[in-house]
Antibody, heavy 119, light 109 residues
Framework: QVQLTESGPGLVAPSETLSLTCNVS????????WTWIRQPAGKRLEWLGR???????YYKPSLGSRVTMSLDTSANHFSLQLRSVTAADTAVYYC?????????????WGKGTTVTVSS | EIVLTQSPGTLSLSPGDTATLSCRAS???????FAWYQHRPGQAPRLLIY???SRATGIPDRFSGSGSGTDFTLTISRLEPEDVAIYYC??????????FGQGTKVEIK
């Protein structure tokens, strides 16, 4: 079965770039939507955007130009970059696989990785 | 943006009880775009229900989903200790906006 594992720095300085990678094991990136979701402490889950295996992306509008998602099919992983971070970007970040057909749902999640924005 | 409000915040029940979790949307949601998840401590969240009422692969029939429009329900029958978790509802609204409820915590007495 497909498993997702997030990796990246747990601490990022304000105004810097948050970079996370999600390794996909037990399956391929092909023909799937891959997404990033985060949850600040005490707040609800927030969908950040998604990338299809072709490379097409869609991001949450409120993130503006700060976010970029990419994928590396040879390494079987996809990535998130969030620029100009502030304390408000401190959260548990989850990578996940989305189904977007007749139904829309997340069928595989990673366990999440905690990112703290602080100097 | 459609806001999902879950109730109650915490549910404390005994083994064998039935848990009824509610999720109310600020606007009507298509049943095709509505799902429920279980998040056990220390684990990845898990899909329980999609399409408002279809169980995901491997989910026991103790879990059932129902509802339409703005009101959706997740029912957990014959509650077991392994059901201790936070449960989230999720909706999708075109174009490409996913939102989640704030979660209901289920505890076992």
């Amino acid at each position: 079965q497909v498993q997702l594992t997030e990796s990246g720095p747990g601490l990022v300085a304000p105004s810097e770039t948050l970079s996370l990678t999600c390794n996909v094991s037990g399956g391929s990136l092909s023909n799937h939507y891959w997404t990033w979701i985060r949850q600040p402490a005490g707040k609800r889950l927030e969908w950040l955007g998604r990338i299809f295996s072709s490379g097409s992306t869609y991001y949450k509008p409120s993130l503006g130009s700060r976010v970029t998602m990419s994928l590396d099919t040879s390494a079987n992983h996809f990535s998130l970059q969030l620029r100009s971070v502030t304390a408000a970007d401190t959260a548990v970040y989850y990578c996940a696989r989305a189904v977007e057909t007749f139904h829309y749902y997340i069928d595989v999640w990673g366990k999440g990785t905690t990112v703290t924005v602080s100097s | 943006e459609i806001v999902l409000t879950q109730s109650p915040g915490t549910l404390s029940l005994s083994p064998g009880d039935t848990a009824t979790l509610s999720c109310r949307a600020s606007q009507a949601v298509s049943v095709s775009y509505f799902a429920w998840y279980q998040h056990r401590p220390g684990q990845a969240p898990r899909l329980l229900i999609y399409g408002a009422s279809s169980r995901a692969t491997g989910i026991p029939d103790r879990f059932s989903g129902s509802g339409s429009g703005t009101d959706f329900t997740l029912t957990i029958s014959r509650l077991e200790p392994e059901d201790v978790a936070i449960y989230y509802c999720q909706q999708y609204s075109p174009p490409r906006m996913w939102t989640f409820g704030q979660g209901t915590k289920v505890e076992i007495k």
